[in-house]
C-alpha cells in the first residue's frame, strides 16, 4: 500500500547549523509534498510543500526538494534557532481519492541554543 | 480566528462510554477530513468529506466509528464502545475542492481508561 518513510526520528543540531529530514514514498502517483511542522500540544501547521513538476522550493529559512525519479524528497532549514524545535512530518498526497494525505511518521528537531 | 477549531481539545472516557467530538472547518471549504494521531506517530487517514457526502473511509474506520456532516459545514465523529486503543489525538482537517493543501485544528485528544 501507500507508504511515507521518514528518518531521522530524531535530531539535535546547535543553533545556526542546518537540519536536513528525508522522507522517501512508494505511491507513483502521488503529485504533492507537503511539510508539516508540530508543537507540543497543537495540530500540524502546513510551512512549505511543492508539486511534482518543481524541483526545488524555497521559503526564506526553509527549502524542499524533490527528486521524482528516486521518489525522494527532503527539508532543509538552515540557519537553525530554537523556535524551529518541533516535530516535522512529511507526507505525501495525489489527485485522486480526495487528495488524502500519508504522513511519515515524523521528525523530532531539537535546536539547542 | 478563522481556522479550523475542535472540541473538546481534551477528554477522558472510561472503556464502553459513546464519546462524540466536532469540527468546525475554515468557513469557505468544501472538504474536510478526519486523522487520527498516536503518540510518536504522523496523522493517520480516516475518513473525509465533500460538503455533506462522505465519500472515502479509510480500513481504520471500524464500526464502532461514525462521522457526519449533515449541512456540509461543521463535522462530528462519534465513537461507541471506546477501547484502550482508541485513545489518541483525533484531527481534523479542511480544504477547498480541488486544492491539495490542508490546514488542520488543535486536535482532541482522547484518553479511554
Known amino acids: 500500500g501507500e507508504n511515507v518513510e521518514q528518518h531521522p526520528s530524531t535530531l539535535s543540531v546547535q543553533e545556526g547549523d542546518s537540519a536536513v529530514i528525508k522522507c522517501t514514498y512508494s505511491d507513483s502517483a502521488s503529485n504533492y509534498f507537503p511539510w508539516y511542522k508540530q508543537e507540543l500540544g497543537k495540530g500540524p501547521q502546513l510551512i512549505i510543500d511543492?508539486?511534482?513538476?518543481?524541483g526545488e522550493k524555497k521559503d526564506q529559512r526553509i527549502a524542499v526538494t524533490l527528486n521524482k525519479t528516486a521518489k525522494h524528497f527532503s527539508l532543509h532549514i538552515t540557519e537553525t534557532q530554537p523556535e524551529d524545535s518541533a516535530v516535522y512530518f512529511c507526507?505525501?498526497?495525489?489527485?485522486?481519492?480526495?487528495?488524502?494525505?500519508?504522513f511519515g511518521a515524523g521528525t523530532r528537531l531539537f535546536v539547542k541554543a | 480566528d478563522t481556522g479550523v477549531s475542535q472540541d473538546p481539545r481534551h477528554k477522558i472516557t472510561k472503556r464502553g462510554q459513546n464519546v462524540t467530538f466536532r469540527c468546525d472547518p475554515i468557513?469557505?471549504?468544501?472538504?474536510l477530513y478526519w486523522y487520527r494521531q498516536t503518540l510518536g506517530q504522523g496523522p493517520e487517514f480516516l475518513t473525509y468529506?465533500?460538503?455533506?457526502?462522505?465519500?472515502?473511509k479509510s480500513r481504520l474506520l471500524s464500526d464502532r466509528f461514525s462521522a457526519e456532516r449533515p449541512k456540509g459545514s461543521f463535522s462530528t465523529l462519534e465513537i461507541q464502545r471506546t477501547e484502550q486503543g482508541d485513545s489518541a489525538m483525533y484531527l481534523c482537517?479542511?480544504?477547498?475542492?480541488?486544492?491539495?493543501?490542508?490546514?488542520f485544528g488543535p486536535g482532541t485528544r482522547l484518553t479511554v481508561t
Open positions: 468529506f465533500q460538503n455533506e457526502a462522505q465519500l472515502e
Open positions: 468557513s469557505e471549504h468544501n472538504r
Open positions: 511543492i508539486r511534482s513538476n518543481v
Open positions: 482537517a479542511s480544504s477547498l475542492y480541488g486544492v491539495h493543501e490542508q490546514y
Open positions: 507526507a505525501a498526497s495525489h489527485n485522486t481519492g480526495g487528495f488524502k494525505t500519508i
